[in-house]
T-cell receptor, first 116, second 111 residues
Framework: GAVVSQHPSWVICKSGTSVKIECRSL??????MFWYRQFPKQSLMLMAT?????????EQGVEKDKFLINHASLTLSTLTVTSAHPEDSSFYIC????????????FGPGTRLTVT | SQQGEEDPQALSIQEGENATMNCSYK?????LQWYRQNSGRGLVHLIL?????REKHSGRLRVTLDTSKKSSSLLITASRAADTASYFC???????????FGAGTILRVKS
């Protein structure tokens, strides 16, 4: 149980375009979902926290107009990278919790974004 | 921001040897977790240790926690090539709002 999926697993897009990444909790209802970004050989950095039906809470330094997060249901959250640039190329990982406890997060497999 | 440091940054050992990774953090915590990440993949939860625990075991894994020194260690005994991965510690931010990850240790186990 407690499986989180992400789609797509990898995506290549051209600079200036937008790309949407989906995060789904497959067998549980996720009250809270988290989005992380990971650059090569670096750690995970939290970008934002989203609760179903509420606006996402962004970490300091993360542009909310560039990284649009929608948590429309208890099983789906989406991250849209708008007007992508090469520096947005990264590994994006989502996680979900049903308990609301941050130490009980289930992580998705990640999405590799390459902006050319 | 990252909670703390992990050392070593990279570790290369022979199969069968033990691997020890250390993690330090800055603020008071409720618990600390260790995760494994294979290259280009998501995170796998290994073990959680609460702030009132000093040591925990799970199979070939042994985790210690020293809250007075704000540090933790992960020991993998009798390592296997399949243990090759990056290992991260993560703590809550003290308010229960989010996880904060350490910089990670890249472990390579040579067969």
């Amino acid at each position: 149980g407690a499986v989180v999926s992400q789609h797509p697993s990898w995506v290549i897009c051209k600079s200036g375009t937008s790309v949407k990444i989906e995060c789904r909790s497959l067998d549980f209802q996720a009250t809270t979902m988290f989005w992380y970004r990971q650059f090569p050989k670096q750690s995970l950095m939290l970008m934002a926290t989203s609760n179903e039906g509420s606006k996402a809470t962004y970490e300091q330094g993360v542009e909310k107009d560039k990284f649009l997060i929608n948590h429309a249901s208890l099983t789906l959250s989406t991250l849209t990278v708008t007007s992508a640039h090469p520096e947005d190329s990264s590994f994006y990982i989502c996680s979900a919790t049903t308990s609301g406890r941050v130490y009980e997060q289930y992580f998705g497999p990640g999405t590799r974004l390459t902006v050319t | 921001s990252q909670q703390g440091e992990e050392d070593p940054q990279a570790l290369s050992i022979q199969e069968g040897e033990n691997a020890t990774m250390n993690c330090s953090y800055k603020t008071s915590i409720n618990n600390l977790q260790w995760y494994r990440q294979n290259s280009g993949r998501g995170l796998v939860h290994l073990i959680l240790i609460r702030s009132n625990e000093r040591e925990k075991h799970s199979g070939r894994l042994r985790v210690t926690l020293d809250t007075s020194k704000k540090s933790s260690s992960l020991l993998i005994t009798a390592s296997r090539a399949a243990d090759t991965a990056s290992y991260f510690c993560a703590t809550d931010d003290g308010y229960g709002n989010k996880l904060v990850f350490g910089a990670g240790t890249i472990l390579r186990v040579k067969s």
